[in-house]
Each structure stands twice: as structure tokens, then as C-alpha cells.
Nanobody, 124 residues
């Protein structure tokens, strides 16, 4: 089994920044495959935020967040990060880390392992 634990969420004023972390542990068959961040805002469907290849050399973002959010990873620590800058109230959501054990395509948005989520609240 794979465990994904997110941290780093909290309350921040509009214009501020947060860095989320996702620590992966357990079985390592997700090694070699992309990991991603998703979010679910109140009353909305879960949406894709960003994905990163195993090496970290390739990234993929939802268009609306390019330039403000940055995904990265440290495989030595089996951790994926999401740096969020210039935060807006509409970024308020629960942010989820995701992993999978197949498919190298960053644009393939099906993941089968999920963290419990971390709340990000942006005040105006």
C-alpha cells in the first residue's frame, strides 16, 4: 500500500504564498511514474492542478494556474511540493496529492492513490 501525507496548508491573505508538501511512503511501485496535485473548492468538482514526471524534468499545469503555481519533487525524500504564489480567494480549496503505478503521460489525469488533503484558505 502507498501512503501520501500532505502538509503545509493554512490560512493566508490574498497575495501571499504557501508551499504544500506531500510525503510518499509504503510500497515503491509508484517509483518511476508521475505524481500530481489536485484541489476541490467548496461546492465544486475536484480539479487538476499540476503534475510532475518521476525525474522532475517535465511538468504539466492547468492553464489557469501557470505562472503562479510550481510543482517540484525531491525523490531522495520521496516528497512532492507545490509552491503557490500570488494566492487569490478563489484558490481556497482542499489540496490533494496523487500518485499512480502506471502510465508516464503527464496529461493522463487518472490516479489511484490519494492523500487525505490539506486545507488552503485565502482571505480577501
Amino acid at each position: 500500500q502507498v501512503q501520501l501525507v500532505e502538509s503545509g496548508g493554512g490560512l493566508v491573505q490574498a497575495g501571499g504564498s504557501l508551499r504544500l508538501s506531500c510525503a510518499a511512503s509504503g510500497r515503491t511501485f509508484i517509483n518511476g511514474y508521475p505524481m500530481a496535485w489536485f484541489r476541490r473548492a467548496p461546492g465544486k468538482e475536484r480539479e487538476f492542478v499540476a503534475a510532475i514526471s518521476w525525474s522532475g524534468g517535465r511538468t504539466y499545469y492547468t492553464d489557469s494556474l501557470k505562472g503562479r503555481f510550481a510543482i517540484s519533487r525531491d525523490n531522495a525524500k520521496t516528497t512532492v511540493y507545490l509552491q503557490m504564489n500570488s494566492l487569490k480567494p478563489e484558490d481556497t480549496a482542499v489540496y490533494y496529492c496523487a500518485a499512480r503505478e502506471n502510465d508516464y503521460r503527464l496529461g493522463y489525469l487518472v490516479y489511484n492513490y490519494w492523500g487525505q488533503g490539506t486545507q488552503v484558505t485565502v482571505s480577501s
